[in-house]
């Protein structure tokens, strides 16, 4: 850690070094960045965005915001479940090498909607479009039926999972606030903004980074 390696010993070895330093960005320079982001907030997009929020949930000691856009929250319910085995077995993974057999205790303490309580006093915001398909999608995709079609499937989906943990929250008095888009698929135009207003949302809950200095 902490110490500079020529470009020869980069070209010894190319494609095989995948991280260098140890800090996330110059804004958490040093050994200690992993740790020191995680002291801040964390947002979430697609298959990463039932994620955020799980990790702000279970460990709101580390987290002053947390944000989710177009993601899926319950590990319980069918519809969490078919999302969480279609993103680990699509990419040749077996869900159950996460939380053990379906429906397991692990299971059950990985359901940010049966339990949202960690995320009280923290800045949460979440997103979702509604899959119906507007003219942003046709102007992108409109050639491409296959995106279309599980585009709107994939983000229906985010928006029902959305749904169920705005309720949860609701219900448990966590503050929060949700974004809905009347129309847009599962795909960055409808990402994009919506990252945008998650990260406005959960700033003013967030420290203060040091920033690096700059080398001369």
Known sequence: FMKLVSEEFLAAFPHRVVNTHPALSPAFPGTSGP????DYGVVGISMGGGPALRLANKHPQMFGGAGAVSGCFSTMDDLGYQNI??????????AENL??????EQWRENDTVLDPSGLAGQRVYMSAATGLIG?????HFGPNPVVMADGHLLEKGSYECTRALENSLTEAGIEH??????????????FIPR???ATEHILPGLGEPVLAPVPA
């Open 177 to 190: 606030r949700v974004d809905y888009d009347p129309t847009g698929i599962h795909n960055w135009p409808v």
């Open 35 to 38: 740790a020191d982001a995680l």
């Open 99 to 104: 939380w053990g057999q379906r429906g397991s």
């Open 195 to 197: 990252i945008t207003n």
């Open 135 to 139: 003219s942003t999608d046709l102007l």
């Open 85 to 94: 085995r279609l993103t680990v077995e699509s990419r040749g993974g077996d």
